[in-house]
């Protein structure tokens, strides 16, 4: 039998379930007892069977090792979303529920860079501040100091979700979270800033909400964030602070002058084609880039407004000019964490099974991944024939 102590087997059982939207009824139905059993099993009042144990690592969809393993320290983010989500009129058990996956993901995170001893060590960016009054100005001077800071020139941002996982050391993930919200932030001392994106939204979308999201995290990385699509009708300073975060980092007014320029050339009039365009290239949408140049003084007040107001085909527009329609970003993990796990699996110190909990895939999926990672096809035999992923590089470098 399996000792009920310590207490975090049930812990983990009870979260593991609900992970996955199921009751105790359920499970107790799944594993032929009664709904109380299933209670003081969670409650760590209960022995476990060896046999009871593996049903419920297979209802749960996980590896036994993983419910008795010692784990490293929690990053603790449900707690510090109490407050935030009491207070949203938004569907809270989903919501709820994207937290805890969030924290269950993390967790995840952490015990990869434990097993592997590869903690994820990035310099933490410049402390910002923001006077209330001054929200708009100060979101513009600490967007320029970030892009000046990386290098990022006044021309778009590309692969903004990898840029923010390599050079600030956000843990990010997609999840499924109700319509309403766009992402949440949370920080704990074990893994930082962590970010749920909402894994249905559009790609444009997705993109504001990292923005806006790199805007909380760099003037209160203590304070979790829930971001909502519709926000208020009166926004609170920090939220007007971010909201032009967003616009100023992926929109930088030098950049946008210098192609503005270039479409006005020679006296050339501008047309909607052209800020459709505008908007593509700097991964926006069409009423973002407008209302940004409303905001910088580029085109008249009320652009958008008389825009949507004619019952303008976005999309259908989109299409005459060829602009392909991004599809949003489905990674559900950051890069960095399928690798480690492949990684592990590679030095076995995962199974197949567990690999396959890691990266939250069936086995057919699975399988497809590891013969990803363990080769790429590199053409013919006479090019090279495949090339080995986990070969060891020897790098001759001399700064």
Not at 314 to 326: G, I, Q
Request: glycine share 6%; charged share 30%.
């Amino acid at each position: 039998m399996v000792d009920a102590y310590p207490p975090r087997i049930g812990a983990r059982l009870q979260e593991a379930r609900r992970l996955r939207a199921l009751t105790q009824q359920q499970i107790a139905d799944r594993l032929g007892v009664s709904r109380p059993t299933v209670a003081a099993i969670e409650a760590g009042h209960r022995r476990l069977s060896p046999q009871m144990l593996v049903d419920l690592a297979d209802a749960y969809e996980t590896d036994v090792a993983a419910l008795v393993r010692e784990q490293p320290p929690s990053p603790s983010l449900a707690a510090q979303f109490r407050v935030p989500l009491s207070a949203a009129p938004v569907e809270r058990d989903r919501l709820e529920q994207a937290v805890a996956r969030l924290e269950e993901l993390v967790r995840d995170y952490l015990r990869l860079e434990a097993m592997l001893d590869a903690p994820l060590r990035v310099p933490p960016p410049p402390p910002y501040v923001f006077e209330p009054k001054r929200a708009e100005e100060d979101a513009d001077l600490v967007a320029d100091a970030e892009r000046r800071r990386l290098g990022l020139g006044d021309g778009p941002v590309h692969a903004l979700r990898d840029l923010l996982e390599r050079e600030f050391g956000l843990r990010i993930f997609g999840i499924a979270m109700p319509d309403a919200i766009g992402g949440l932030l949370g920080t704990s001392d074990v893994a930082g800033g962590c970010v749920a994106v909402n894994a249905a939204h559009a790609f444009v979308r997705q993109r504001w909400t990292l923005a806006h999201e790199l805007a909380h995290y760099l003037v209160a990385p203590g304070r979790p964030e829930v971001t909502r699509v519709a926000g208020y009708h009166r926004l609170p300073e920090i939220e007007r602070f971010a909201e032009r975060f967003a616009a100023s980092f992926l929109m930088p007014r030098p950049g946008l002058e210098r192609r503005l320029r270039e479409i006005l050339r020679d006296g050339r009039q501008a047309i909607v084609a052209d800020l459709l365009v505008l908007a593509n290239d700097f991964g926006v949408s069409a009423q973002a880039m407008i209302l940004r140049l409303e905001d910088l003084r580029f085109v008249p007040a009320g652009q958008w407004e008389r825009l949507a107001a004619s019952r303008l085909q976005v999309r259908e527009a989109r299409r005459l000019l060829d602009l392909a329609e991004p599809s949003p970003d489905a990674r559900r993990l950051p890069r960095r964490f399928t690798l480690l796990a492949l990684e592990a699996y590679e030095r076995e110190m995962v199974t197949e099974r567990e690999l396959g909990a890691l990266l939250r895939v069936d086995r057919l999926d699975l399988r497809r991944q590891i013969e990803r990672f363990s080769s790429i096809d590199g053409g013919t035999a006479d090019e090279g024939g495949a090339v080995d992923l986990g070969e060891p590089l020897r790098f001759d470098v001399r700064w």
